[in-house]
Structure formats: structure tokens, C-alpha cells
């Protein structure tokens, strides 16, 4: 799963709005002790909805709403206290806590994107605002929800693969109690695998395996689901495809395993829908036998990408690429030396990657042998390593792909 490069929507501007906290502030706050703090929304994508915005602490509780493309605030605030701002959005969220000097200060905001979870054997989307796992959310109305994408038009467009009432990609406005989705058409007889969305152009591919088990790979621009590309060519080699991702300059990473003399090999494979440049593979693992494939996921970020490679030659890999070259650059993971208490750098098995558009790297982390499942996020240069979930199918638990 990938989410391309979040556009940047903010700007130098502020709006000339002062709240000033009139019945919102202990009485014993001297107003004279106010000073402006100037709230700046950083790193929210160009098609965000209403904002929300509330500041708690230092004897005041200020609850917002703002309108589309709004970029920056200023409120009067008591000067020496430390207050939080959360600013939260369909998609996206910040949070910052500071401490308001006399002369007034600007406090710049990251919005950092939600995280969504595929469930897949609990048959649910689960929606967290960050690692910390407070604010969990489902979609429950589902069967096999295999991967989950934000658009460039803020929606949420989740695979939902179903034999009995149709595989499908569906379109969700935000998973509130009570939402369904609206349908993509899609192609009869699929199994959807992958979604990726390029906000730049305004394109979601997606890619499946027809009834014959050959993989295609479709774009729809209008962001409906009407096809307007498809680039099963540059994919009909392949003996799976399972995951997608879109970088700089509109390049396309496809991963997923080829059959090399009657052995399927995991295989990442860059190309350009708008350049005639051939496209470029890179082989990232051993022979496996073709009856146990690797599902191998990539994703882009800050100019590499990563690709989890849980058959790894030297066992639970996520291997990093130069995003241009495919050349290896790096590889981190290793088993857990103790199952019951693993270490920064221990994988259980990484499997699928979740909301990378974000400066951190989240992956999905299930042991395929043992009862392991949980979120794992980590910083490009693997410091900030923190892991959120066990197995189980209440709050807080996840039951990804394997069921024991």
C-alpha cells in the first residue's frame, strides 16, 4: 500500500482571525497574561474537508471548525501555561503540546496521516488516529478488506474481496458508525490485491488476478473507478502481483514474484506511465517454491522504497532501494530472539505496509506459524521504533491474514 508524496497546503499566509476566549477561560486568568499563538497547519494534503481544531490545557477548552484549504489560526492563549492543539481532519491528524511565552510564539502543526488497517480475518478497516491506538474506529460491514488507500480526493478507497457477493473496490467518505461505501466497477471474476494513489496526477491504480489467475493493473483518473489506462502489459510476467506504489515524477513500483526457470523469485519492477523509458526489475530474494510465494509489498518514501521481503534469505527482512535504480541500499529485521519479548529491529513477519504517507514507515508485522500480530513504525533511518497491537479480535488486536 502507498500514499504518494502528501501535497503541501500550506502557505506563508495567515487568516486575520483572533479568537478570543470570552467564557472559555478560568475566571482567575488575568487577561492581561494573553498572548497570540499562532497555529500553522503543516503537510495537509490539497482535499482536505473541515478542519477541526481544539486547544485544552492552561484553563482553557477552545473547540473549532474551519473550512477547506484553511492554513493557519491565531488565538489568544494565557502566556506561561502549557497547552495542547489537536488539529484532525477525515484523514489526516496533528497534535502538539507548547508552552506559551509573553511576546506570543507561531506553532507549527505536522498533520501526520490516519492510520487504516485492513483486518482482513476479522473482516474489518480499522481506523487509528496514530501508533498510540487511541480513537480506534471500524468499518465492520465488510469480508476480505486487503488493502486500504487514500485518495487524492481525500476518500478512502478499500479492496474488499468477496466470493459470495462480488470482489470489489469500494469508496468510503469516513468510516462513522453506519457508512458504506460506494462502488468502483470493477473487473468480473477478480481477487483485487493492491492499491496506490498518485496525488499529484490525480490517479488510483489498482491491480487484481482475473479468473485465470493472470494479473492486470488498471488507473481510473476520475477517481470513480471508470478505467481511463491499463498497463497489464507491463505486468502479464509476473505470477503475482501484491503490491503497488507511486513515487516521484509519477513513477509506478510494482511488486510481487516471476517465475525464473520453474521457481518464482520476489520481484520489484519500476515504471512510468508517461515516459516511453523501459521498465526496470530488481530480483530482492531467493528461489522460493511456487506453491508458497512471498507477498511482497513495497512502498515509497523520501526518495527510497522499502519492500518487505518476509522470505528473505536471511529471514524477516524489509530490504531499502534506490528509488531510480532498484539497487539495494540496505536491509534490516531479524526473528525475534525471544518470541514473547522482541526487540527494536525484530520482525515477526513483515507483511503489508499502512498509511505511508506519512514521514514514518508503518508495516504490518504477523508471525505465519505463531499467534503475533501487530502495527509496527519506525523512522527511514529505523530510530523511533515503536510496535501498537497483540492478537485477538476486540480493541486493540488484529488477526491480519492468518487465522489459528
Same mark, same amino acid.
Given at each position: 500500500?502507498? /500514499? ?27 487577561? =492581561?497574561?494573553?498572548? $497570540? ?47 495542547? @492543539? ?5 484523514? !489526516?491528524?496533528? /497534535? +502538539? ?5 509573553? %511576546? ?9 496521516? +490516519? ?17 498510540? %491506538?487511541?480513537?480506534? #474506529? ?6 476480505? $478488506? ?11 478507497? @478499500? ?12 469508496? !468510503? ?12 466497477? *470493477? ?33 481510473? #483518473?476520475?477517481?470513480?473507478?471508470? &478505467? ?5 502489459? &507491463?505486468? =502479464?510476467?509476473?505470477? =503475482? ?27 520489484? /519492477? #519500476? ?32 526518495? +527510497? ?20 535504480? &532498484? ?21 515477526? *513477519? ?23 500480530? #501487530?502495527? @509496527?513504525?519506525?523512522?527511514?533511518? /529505523?530510530? =523511533?521504533?515503536?510496535?501498537? *497491537? ?10 491480519? !491474514?492468518?487465522?489459528?
Amino acid at each position: 500500500m502507498d /500514499r504518494s508524496t502528501a501535497r503541501i497546503a500550506f502557505t506563508a499566509l495567515t487568516i486575520a482571525t483572533i479568537v478570543v476566549l470570552g467564557g472559555c477561560m478560568d475566571a482567575s486568568l488575568s487577561q =492581561s497574561g494573553n498572548a $497570540p499563538a499562532s497555529i500553522s497547519i503543516q503537510d495537509a494534503p490539497d482535499a482536505i474537508p473541515d478542519v477541526g481544531i481544539s486547544i485544552t490545557g492552561g484553563g482553557v477548552n477552545i473547540s473549532e471548525t474551519v473550512g477547506p484549504g484553511t492554513d493557519a489560526l491565531v488565538f489568544e492563549l494565557p502566556v506561561g501555561q502549557e497547552h495542547e @492543539v489537536t488539529i484532525d481532519t477525515t484523514n !489526516f491528524i496533528g /497534535r +502538539k503540546s507548547f508552552v506559551l511565552p509573553p %511576546g506570543g510564539a507561531q506553532v507549527d502543526v505536522q498533520m501526520l496521516e +490516519k492510520l487504516f488497517i485492513p483486518d482482513v480475518s476479522t473482516e474489518r478497516v480499522v481506523q487509528i488516529p496514530d501508533i498510540r %491506538g487511541d480513537g480506534w #474506529r471500524t468499518e465492520p460491514d465488510l469480508f476480505q $478488506p486487503y488493502d486500504v488507500e487514500v485518495g487524492p480526493d481525500g476518500r478512502l478507497y @478499500v479492496i474488499n474481496n468477496d466470493s459470495a457477493s462480488g470482489n470489489t473496490v469500494l469508496i !468510503f467518505s469516513d468510516l462513522s458508525e453506519g457508512s458504506t461505501g460506494d462502488l468502483i466497477p *470493477g473487473v468480473e471474476s477478480a481477487f483485487y490485491r493492491a492499491l496506490a494513489s498518485d496525488s499529484e496526477r490525480g490517479i488510483i491504480y489498482y491491480t487484481a488476478h482475473d479468473g485465470t489467475d493472470t494479473p492486470f493493473l488498471l488507473e481510473s #483518473r476520475n477517481l470513480n473507478g471508470d &478505467l481511463s489506462g491499463t498497463y497489464s502489459d &507491463l505486468v =502479464s510476467d509476473f505470477a =503475482s502481483v501484491w503490491g503497488l506504489a507511486v513515487g516521484e515524477n509519477g513513477d509506478v513500483y510494482v511488486s510481487g514474484t516471476k517465475v525464473v526457470v520453474e521457481t518464482s523469485r520476489p520481484v520489484v /519492477r #519500476r515504471f512510468s506511465p508517461d515516459s516511453a523509458f523501459d521498465p526496470v526489475d530488481r530480483i530482492i530474494g531467493p528461489d522460493v517454491p511456487s506453491d508458497s510465494e512471498p507477498e511482497v509489498d513495497v512502498t515509497y518514501n523520501n526518495g +527510497k522504497l522499502y519492500v518487505t521481503n518476509p522470505s528473505g534469505a536471511q529471514s524477516n527482512k524489509i530490504v531499502q532501494l534506490d528509488a531510480k535504480t &532498484l539497487e539495494p541500499v540496505g536491509s534490516f529485521g531479524s526473528v525475534p530472539a525471544d518470541p514473547a519479548d522482541p526487540q527494536p529491529g525484530e520482525l515477526y *513477519g513483515p507483511r503489508r505496509f499502512v498509511s505511508t504517507g506519512n514521514p514514518l514507515i508503518t508495516v504490518i508485522d504477523e508471525s505465519s506459524t505463531s499467534l503475533h500480530d #501487530r502495527l @509496527v513504525q519506525f523512522a527511514p533511518d /529505523r530510530s =523511533s521504533w515503536r510496535t501498537y *497491537g497483540t492478537t485477538g479480535t476486540g480493541q486493540g488486536e488484529f488477526q491480519f !491474514f492468518y487465522i489459528f
